[in-house]
């Protein structure tokens, strides 16, 4: 009888200690009402999160080049002992990003895959850096959808002109992007750049 009431107080004690954080933590919030329930976590928003994390990455590491440095290539650098003889610029490193995600996303989402995209350099007319910052964007916008299509059960499916299954395509579009960012870094700290996920707050 004793061990029941001790459970008891104990509970009792548990239940009005977390009814006052409660009512603290709203509180601290300005006493403002309470924040609507958070969506239960699912494949498509996993996967969001993913495309998001890469997509802020790249397109601050694309702005963070200024535009008359945007078609520099260390081949220029002429370092000795290395060899970047025909490496991409950091322009088509962005543009190479941006097509990729159009083929990959494209696959999931069912979408024309743009003409002007063969080669994997996307379009040859792209030339300044607004004109490429904005088609990596653009890519980026075409992956959120396609992650928003994902579900526990068309993510093992074939995708539309392709032989992997969606989940794949969409998961290595993120490992792709974030292997050509690590290159976008490189050519940043070689023009004496600062990468800004590097910057701190």
């Known amino acids: 009888m004793k061990s029941m009431r001790v459970f008891f107080l104990f509970l009792l004690a548990f239940l009005v200690v977390s009814f006052a954080e409660t009512v603290l933590g709203q509180a601290s919030k300005g006493g403002h009402e309470a924040q609507p329930p958070q969506p239960a976590p699912s494949i498509a928003s996993a996967v969001d999160r993913e495309i998001s994390t890469i997509e802020k990455e790249i397109v601050e590491a694309a702005e963070a080049m200024p535009e008359d440095r ?23 490193q962005v543009k190479h990003v941006a097509a990729s995600n159009y083929f990959l996303f494209s696959s999931i989402t069912g979408d024309q ?35 928003a299509t994902l579900t526990t059960e068309n993510m093992l499916q074939t995708a539309e002109h392709s032989k992997s299954p969606r989940l794949h395509l969409a998961t290595f579009a993120v490992a792709h992007a974030f292997d050509h960012y690590g290159q976008m870094v490189e050519y940043l700290r070689m023009n004496g750049i600062v990468p800004p996920a590097s910057r701190g707050n």
């Open 113 to 147: 895959i743009p003409e002007d995209l063969k080669g994997g350099n996307g379009p040859a007319g792209l030339k300044s850096k607004a004109e490429i910052i904005q088609f990596l964007k653009d890519s980026f916008a075409l992956g959120h959808k396609a992650a």
């Open 70 to 92: 945007f078609n520099f290539s260390p081949e220029a650098l002429h370092i000795p002992g290395s060899d970047y003889k025909g490496v991409r610029t950091f322009a088509l």
